[in-house]
């Protein structure tokens, strides 16, 4: 089936602007969990979903920062008022439901933010 | 909390030689889980090879394998028979089982020589 969908691929914005980054998960997919990835470094854990469930936030470096996924499939991470700091590839992950599967999580290709 | 360390930024094998690329990591958790992932230039972050801590005998996917000392805390990839398409970011990663977190590693850079 479909991987892990996310749109747009590059986006570059203007500092002070808000941008939405969208996260299709594979279908069927509980978890859902978003990163930010700095150049040349590991991913950085940002928020979790379970299903509609924001249960952990506690990796959004600032208020700026805020997702959501209201009917529990796509999620949408929002920043305003962007600053060059935020530039980064956002990556996001899901993983099923199943026994002795829950622990694996399926990246899609990530967004690349460009804050000029 | 966890922690994941990749000492070295760069590596390069030989095509059709092996390789070991090295990761530790420290937790207080009794039960964790431990994944390689591999990161082409531009391209989606794909699982190699994922090792369940209660587990002693040691992951292995065709020609990834890896070694696993749960008491030294270390967790290293085994690449045989590497090929050119194997040229990549690898990042060690583990989380303490369903649903939670990932924490990753630095990463280290896996050049191919032909």
């Known amino acids: 089936g479909a991987g892990v969908s996310q749109s747009p691929r590059y986006k570059v914005a203007k500092r002070g602007q808000d941008v939405a980054l969208r996260c299709d998960p594979i279908?069927?997919?509980?978890?859902l969990f978003w990163y930010q990835q700095a150049l040349g470094q590991g991913p950085e854990f940002l928020t979790y979903?379970?299903?509609?469930?924001?249960?952990?936030k506690s990796g959004l470096p600032s208020d700026r920062f805020f997702a959501e996924r209201p009917e529990g499939s796509v999620s949408t991470l929002k920043i305003q008022r962007t600053q060059q700091e935020d530039s980064a590839v956002y990556l996001c992950?899901?993983?099923?439901?199943?026994?002795?599967?829950?622990?694996?999580?399926?990246f899609g290709p990530g967004t690349r933010l460009l804050v000029l | 909390a966890q922690t994941v360390t990749q000492s070295q930024p760069e590596m390069s094998v030989q095509e059709a030689e092996t390789v070991t690329l090295s990761c530790t990591y420290d937790?207080?958790?009794?039960?964790?889980?431990l994944f390689w992932y591999k990161q082409p230039p531009s391209r989606q972050m794909i699982l190699v090879i994922r090792?369940?801590?209660?587990?002693?005998q040691n992951a292995t996917e065709n020609r990834f394998s890896v070694n696993f000392q749960k008491a030294a805390k270390s967790f290293s990839l085994k690449i045989s028979d590497s090929q050119l398409g194997d040229a990549a970011m690898y990042f060690c990663?583990?989380?303490?089982?369903?649903?939670?977190?990932?924490?990753f590693g630095k990463g280290i850079t896996l050049s191919v020589r032909p």
């Open positions: 992950a899901s993983s099923s439901w199943e026994p002795f599967a829950q622990e694996t999580q399926y």
């Open positions: 279908s069927g997919h509980v978890s």
């Open positions: 979903f379970q299903n509609e469930a924001q249960l952990d």
């Open positions: 937790t207080s958790e009794s039960d964790y889980y």
């Open positions: 090792q369940e801590a209660y587990k002693q």
């Open positions: 990663a583990s989380n303490t089982g369903a649903n939670s977190k990932l924490t």
